[in-house]
C-alpha cells in the first residue's frame, strides 16, 4: 500500500505543519479542510491513511468518517481532535475509525495511531488530561466566537442562563 495521506482539518496553520512532517517521512500529502471537500478528495486520491479532525465548520467529523471510508476503502482513519470525550471516542471506533488522539500530538504519535511504528507501539494517554473546567471554557470561548461576541445568543446557543453566562465570563479574559 502506497503511503498517501489525506488530512481534514479546518486550522490551516496545523494542516500546514502536518503536511510537512508526514512529508519528511515520506508521505504524499493531500489536505482539506471541510467534509465535502474531504469526501470528494477521498474519492480521486484514494489514501492509504486519513487523518480526520471531528470540529469543522458545516458537519461534524463523526458525519463525514462513514462516507471517507466508503470512497477509500482501503484507509486507515485516526481522529484526532481538540474536544475529546469518551462517547465521541466510541462513536468514531463504532463508525471505523482505527484510533482517536487529541491534540496536540506528534507525527509520531499519530503514526503509532496508524500502526505505523516499528514496535506498533501504543498510544500512551497523557498523565495530565485537560480538565473539565478547561474543555467547558474552550467550548464556551468557541460558541462565543461563533456568535461574534453576542452573550444573548450564546447563552441561548449552550443552553444556559445569560447571568450564567456572563459570570464565567467574568472569572476569566476572553481570547480573540
Known sequence: MSNKILLVDDDPTFTAVMTRGFERRGF???????????????ETFQPSHIL?????????????????????????LVVLTGYSSIATAVE?????????????????????AFGETQAQAEVTVPSDPISVDRLEWEH????LNDNDGNVSATARALGMHRRTLQRKLQKRPVRR
Open 28 to 42: 504524499q500529502v493531500h489536505s482539506c479542510s471541510n467534509g465535502a471537500e474531504a469526501k470528494r478528495e477521498a
Open 52 to 76: 480526520l479532525d471531528l470540529n469543522m465548520p458545516e458537519v461534524s467529523g463523526l458525519v463525514v468518517l462513514p462516507e471517507l471510508l466508503a470512497a477509500a476503502a482501503s484507509a486507515k
Open 92 to 112: 468514531a471506533t463504532k463508525l471505523g475509525a482505527k484510533n482517536y488522539l487529541c491534540k496536540p500530538a506528534t507525527i509520531d504519535e499519530i503514526l503509532a
Open 140 to 143: 464556551i470561548q468557541r460558541v
